[in-house]
């Protein structure tokens, strides 16, 4: 027997490419538990479709009935109670004769008995181990093959969170769990789909900046810098989003683009203005005409909003119900400075907190809330009618 060696990864084989070589009529046998405790399968196809069910990596030891060296590594490496656990616990183990399954021998290029193969669930080889090994030097390698096969399942795992993601739309997400793949899994298959899920994802993306930039050379900047901010939002992480990033900053700075954007900006607040106006929110309606009056001084929109906002000052019950609705916004922010006082312990400043609530806005639910805190705060349950016998 010549020395154990480790045979050069050139001559590795993927294990799944072995089952068009298998004889399909080649006799199904059960696992059975050997002398060392381990349940030894004998069948590659049933092997393989439980290693892939468990997500665990294979042990398969080829061997002969007459081999000394393969009885020797049965009746020590095997029996060694680190090695039998490891192999009951974390590895699908199978065991096959090389003269009943020629095929699978000739096919893996085995050269002397016993050989050993450790697989992951994938059918990736990670060792191809030939000759005698001591219990010592094949538990370090299994427990790599382990490992291997560990950082597989997880490169799987977010293989398929990334589809997920992108059925869901969440394309940053999906984005990012692809790079990892791509840098991790390299020329592996997972990282070879991995590939072509975030080529996908890049030509969508691609697609939403071309459209972008097809809206600013017809002169549709406002449109175009919505799709832009749009496109980073939805495809934060790829190489489109960086592009559109460098793209708006480069619009935004154009003197043209910043009067666009200040038009649009003074638009949008008449118009909220006005809506506030109809639904009577006349204090909010107010602040939009004062942020026109100091923002957009030279603009028409301005100017409206100076008669927008006479037809409250002018008006008595509008302006008092500006004043009521300016009360009743006060009055929030004390109720919630008067918690923050209470978390802290400062009673007394939010007992002048709650005080304020009820005379900015008395008869209102926010003054009972103030009045129920106020009680809870001075220990008082509400009065009631008493009455004294003598004893």
Same mark, same amino acid.
């Given at each position: 027997m010549h020395a154990p060696s480790i045979r050069p990864a050139a001559r590795v084989f993927v294990l799944i490419l072995l089952l068009a070589s298998l004889d399909p009529a080649a006799a199904v046998a059960q696992p059975s538990a050997g002398a060392t405790g381990i349940v030894w399968r004998t069948d590659y196809n049933a092997a393989r479709k439980e290693a892939q069910e468990k997500g665990l990596p294979i042990l398969l030891v080829v061997g002969t009935d007459d081999c000394f060296y393969c009885r020797k590594l049965e009746a020590t490496t095997f029996r060694d109670p680190a090695v039998a656990g490891f192999v009951s616990g974390e590895f699908v183990a199978l065991k096959l004769d090389a003269n009943r399954e020629p095929a699978l021998a000739k096919s893996l290029k085995v050269q002397m008995y016993p050989t050993m193969v450790l697989a992951g669930a994938d059918g990736k080889i990670h060792a191809f181990i030939e000759g005698y090994v001591e219990a010592g030097r094949l538990t370090e390698h299994m427990k790599r093959a382990s490992a291997a096969s560990a950082t597989a399942d997880w490169m799987a795992r977010d293989y398929n969170e990334a589809s997920k993601a992108i059925g869901a739309g969440d394309y940053p997400r999906a984005v990012s769990l692809l790079k990892g793949l791509v840098a991790e899994a390299g020329n592996r298959p997972v990282?070879?789909?991995?590939?072509?899920?975030? #080529?996908?994802?890049?030509?969508?993306?691609?697609? +939403?900046?071309a459209r972008a930039r097809d809206l600013e050379l017809k002169g549709y900047t406002p449109e175009a810098l919505d799709a832009l901010a749009e496109l980073v939002k939805d495809y934060a992480g790829t190489q489109a989003a960086s592009n559109a990033t460098g793209l708006m900053a480069g619009l935004a700075e154009k003197p043209e683009n910043l009067d666009r954007? +200040?038009? +649009?900006?003074?638009?949008?607040?008449?118009?909220?203005?006005?809506?506030?106006?109809?639904?009577? +929110?006349?204090?909010?309606?107010?602040?939009?005409?004062e942020q026109l009056s100091t923002g957009f001084p030279d603009r028409t929109e301005a100017k409206e909003a100076g008669t927008l906002a006479a037809e409250i000052k002018d008006n008595p019950e509008r302006l008092a119900a500006a004043c009521e609705q300016m009360n009743e916004k006060t009055a929030a922010m004390y109720l919630t400075l008067a918690d923050s006082w209470v978390k802290k312990g400062q009673h007394a400043e939010a007992t002048t907190c709650l005080e304020k609530v009820m005379k900015l806005a008395p008869n /209102?639910?926010?003054?009972?809330?103030?009045?129920?805190?106020?009680?809870?705060?001075?220990?008082?349950?509400? #009065?009631? #009618?008493? /009455?004294?016998?003598?004893?």
């Open positions: 990282g070879v789909k991995a590939k072509e899920l975030l #080529a996908g994802v890049e030509q969508q993306a691609a697609g +939403r900046l954007q +200040r038009a +649009r900006q003074a638009r949008d607040l008449l118009a909220m203005a006005k809506e506030e106006f109809r639904r009577g +929110r006349y204090h909010d309606c107010l602040q939009r005409c /209102s639910r926010q003054a009972e809330f103030a009045q129920a805190q106020l009680t809870k705060i001075q220990g008082r349950e509400p #009065a009631s #009618a008493a /009455s004294f016998r003598k004893p």
